[in-house]
DNA sequence: AAAGCACGGTAATACGCATTAGCAGTTGCC
DNA sequence: GGCAACTGCTAATGCGTATTACCGTGCTTT
């Protein structure tokens, strides 16, 4: 626009300089030294010096529609990644991706122009920006089948990060083990003693959360242990309360952890001790010390390598696998670190409760 | 590379299916209603169907080369920006930037390839990719004027994060108006009867520090006022203290939040009490809650604005102001928010320090 | 009836790059 | 010396889209 059309330096500009064809530019920038076309060092010379005199660098619009590769990473959030309330889950992915790839060479591609549906961007709209990139990222709790098996469809490379339910094994995805995690939690607090589970969960039906249920009911179920469910969506924590206290639990499983936190707040308001009176366990990603000090025991998702696996498994997609290397499995669960904090305790007899 | 040639969906392939030509599909699509071509409603239907049917896109790659932009804007960060060291700088910034890249409707490119030298990105390097994006932001506390230079000459479009020494006036940026911020946080202190600054700052010569200097020294002159400066690096804040408590100021301005947070702490193990003993006024970014529950008086930059502004900015630069609006300053500087927190009191006769 | 005209649409081209076929000049070989 | 093989390079083409120049067709006007 603001360009006249000769300030652009192109190959072409590079030919005239260096007294040769735009092909040969072309050859000389990939390396090409193939039987059919090799180039003595003198022309190189000369078109690399060319080169170095001005600030050329490719289109990569150009390359892009000649059918190379830009090493262009698109990166989808369903929500605004950066404002508080989701950069504490978003962070720690975007992290382990930066990292990786920076170490890749590429560069990463935020689709922030996709317009915002209920408080969710559109992955597929009108002006569908993806192929922009190389391929892409898709973070988010919670992504619609029938949308990822249109991309799979399209042939466009992508991986998802958390696992996704597929019967048809199509989806790439890199995730993370809630449902085992779950179970050695539930494990512990059978270990502790406890007789009397109750979980909170979010209203989602997302993969995560159910992940995390199934690991609960497998181990609780498996030794006949009484398990009450309830879900709350944090609007009305002093009910989702009213009804805990009802339950009488000896130990409390809270998926989300601004959750926990806040009813610990209404917990201890209520006379109640944590965890002598009652244990906590958090299920929940968006973690961060908390205010009271309180050390929940719980579970912690490996994010920064779940970025990393995930843009690296990607880059293999979009790359094709060199036969160098091992190819990575397209379906991948990463272990969950369970930390051992200060809220699971022995259940007391005579609870406070 | 994996697909197959006739997987693609292209305007050709919508042509044939609406039984018109390419170049009918395109106008159609841009609404291109000039005089010299215009399309009948019935047409325009054909053509819009036969696009509902199929998955079409337009490849951005093929408009960017036919020339309409394909509003993506840059991101440079000189240091990796999600790290948690960096990332309480970085986040709220982006958070600026990616509500407005929202409305604007442009993506985000962040140039993680960029090779890392002595822990910072280098601008330009062997495959510099700025031109991947239309226009880019720079982030980052120091910047090589030279580089900003040669990236004027070139013509490409950019914005600066924070004020850039620049006589030639000829550097876009959207800063923060530390100088002004910081001669009232001195006013301040002086009006509670304060007689003798300290000021501890980072060893940098970023534009930053030395507008905090500036806007103190003002003051202070002016007062006619005592003030001793030392800097740090954060290594040795025990060296600091003492030499800090030899001075013997009654009020310590502290560049750097974390030296602040962490000069808290040692000066408490020794024996002095903030602010009945020693005043702080903290300057710097990267201000989280203090474990310590200490509520710093100091200033806080607008950061999510600064983004704000600073994308604005450079997507009007981009696309040429267009005359309806008024153009904005390529220049700017943010009012810094002062906040009144609970560490500067008035100096006490006799204090302990 | 010839000329003008609006309409509806198409062919052709440019954009910058990668890639292939192939051309002219040189060298190698028997 | 004749032919093949090789060397060093270029012309031509395609990628998918936007845009311009232009061409039929049927209708109106004189």
New interface residues.
């Given amino acids: ?3 006249t059309k000769s ?1 652009r330096v192109t190959q072409r500009t590079i030919a005239e300089l260096a007294g040769v064809s735009q092909a040969t530019v072309s050859l000389v920038l990939n390396g090409k030294a193939d039987s059919t076309s090799r180039i003595p060092e003198a022309t190189r010379r000369r078109v690399l010096d060319a080169i170095a005199e001005t ?1 050329y ?1 490719a ?4 390359r ?2 000649a059918g190379v590769g ?3 990473v698109g990166i989808f959030t369903y929500e ?5 309330e989701t ?1 504490d889950f978003y ?2 992915l ?2 382990g ?3 990786t ?2 170490s890749l ?9 996709a317009p ?1 549906v209920d408080g969710r961007r559109q992955l ?1 709209h009108e ?6 990139a190389d391929g892409c990222l898709l973070l988010g709790q919670k992504m619609d089948t029938g949308e990822l098996n ?1 991309l799979v ?3 466009y ?1 992508f991986v998802a990060i958390g696992r996704r339910d597929d019967p048809a094994g199509r989806i790439p995805y890199v995730g993370v083990d809630y449902a085992n995690a779950t179970s050695t939690l539930a494990e512990l607090a059978l270990a502790r003693g406890h007789t009397r589970f109750y979980s909170l969960h979010v209203p989602t039906d997302a993969e995560s959360t159910r992940d995390r249920q199934s690991g609960l009911v497998r181990v609780l179920d498996e030794a006949r242990v009484e398990l009450t469910s309830a879900t709350t969506d944090g609007s009305d924590l002093e009910a989702a309360w009213r009804a805990i206290r009802k339950a009488q639990p000896t130990v409390l499983i809270v998926e989300d952890a601004t959750h926990a936190h806040r009813l610990v707040d209404i917990a201890v308001a209520d006379g109640v001790d944590v965890p002598n009176d009652l244990s906590i366990v958090v299920l929940g990603e968006r973690t961060r010390p908390s205010e009271r000090g309180l050390d929940f025991t719980r579970l912690a998702a490996p994010r920064p390598q779940l970025g990393s696996n995930a843009i690296t498994l990607l880059h293999q997609i979009m790359n ?1 696998s060199s036969d160098a290397v091992e190819p990575l499995p397209h379906r991948q669960l990463l272990e969950c670190v369970i930390i051992e904090g200060a809220t699971l305790g022995a259940p007391r007899i005579g609870s406070n409760l």
């Fill in positions: 626009m603001s360009h300030q600030t660098v289109d990569p619009a150009a892009s529609l830009n090493d262009l605004p990644a950066f404002p508080q950069s962070a720690p975007l992290m991706i930066e990292t790839a920076e060479g590429v560069d990463l591609l935020m689709f922030t122009s915002i597929f002006k569908n920006r993806l192929r922009l249109r469809d399209s042939g490379p094709g």
